[in-house]
């Protein structure tokens, strides 16, 4: 089945430590993204990539990191730099790249961080 | 700032009745409008979209109806199941990615 893939489902992270969420499709789509939802605030955009080997920042890309160095693969590094990590994280992808187009994004079922 | 406003967090709503949710938007460039459906702890999914040179689309019980002078689009689900209870997001898009509102979360009572 076509899909995305987040894992782990539940993190648990310690203050000041880095931790990596992965993300894998297999929908061929050019463009991913990472969103980062909290209680009453919607859906909010950290880090997104249009091609391979290339990503932009989104609305709140401080403390995180990503790489896309290949086409079915877009992991985030949350970083110790990141003040408030606890939160859900949602991958997705789209087949057309850094914008909505006529394509709707699809999702992952998501990743919750929480920091001890 | 907030560039795709859902005003209303929660609405309640009988089964069978009408279940209307209101989004309003500012950016004029957006030309694209979609809503998801939001469980807890899933990912959201697709529900409906509405391009810009239209003011209506309609799959089954689900009607979105855009007002681009108005900058204002609902989502028309009737009748309501308790199924249809979930979080529901307006997302509006143009040159960049998808722009997401807070959510409102609808509640349907049998």
């Known amino acids: 089945d076509g899909g995305i893939t987040q894992s782990p489902k539940y993190l648990f992270r310690k203050e000041g430590q880095n931790v990596t969420l992965s993300c894998e499709q297999n929908?061929?789509?050019?463009?991913m993204y990472w969103y980062r939802q909290d209680p009453g605030q919607g859906l909010r955009l950290i880090y997104y990539?249009?091609?391979?080997?290339?990503?932009q920042k989104g609305d709140i890309a401080e403390g995180y990191s990503v790489s896309r160095e290949k086409k079915e693969s877009f992991p985030l590094t949350v970083t110790s730099a990141q003040k408030n990590p606890t939160a859900f994280y949602l991958c997705?992808?789209?087949?057309?790249?850094?914008?909505?187009?006529?394509?709707?994004?699809?999702f992952g079922e998501g990743s919750r961080l929480t920091v001890l | 700032d907030q560039q795709v406003k859902q005003n209303s967090p929660s609405l309640s709503v009988q089964e069978g009745r009408i279940s209307i949710l209101n989004c309003d938007y500012t950016?004029?460039?957006?030309?694209?409008f979609l809503w998801y459906k939001k469980y807890p702890a899933e990912g959201p999914t697709f529900l409906i979209s509405?391009?810009?040179?239209?003011d209506k689309n309609e799959d089954g019980r689900f009607t979105v109806f855009l007002n681009k002078s108005a900058k204002h689009l609902s989502l028309h689900i009737v009748p309501s199941q308790p199924g249809d209870s979930a979080v529901y997001f307006c997302?509006?898009?143009?040159?960049?990615?998808?722009?997401f509102g807070k959510g409102t979360r609808l509640s349907v009572i049998a």
């Open positions: 997705a992808s789209s087949s057309k790249g850094g914008q909505g187009g006529t394509g709707e994004l699809f």
């Open positions: 929908l061929n789509h050019d463009a």
């Open positions: 990539s249009q091609i391979v080997n290339d990503f």
């Open positions: 950016n004029s460039m957006f030309d694209y």
């Open positions: 509405i391009s810009s040179i239209k």
């Open positions: 997302a509006a898009a143009g040159n960049t990615p998808l722009v």
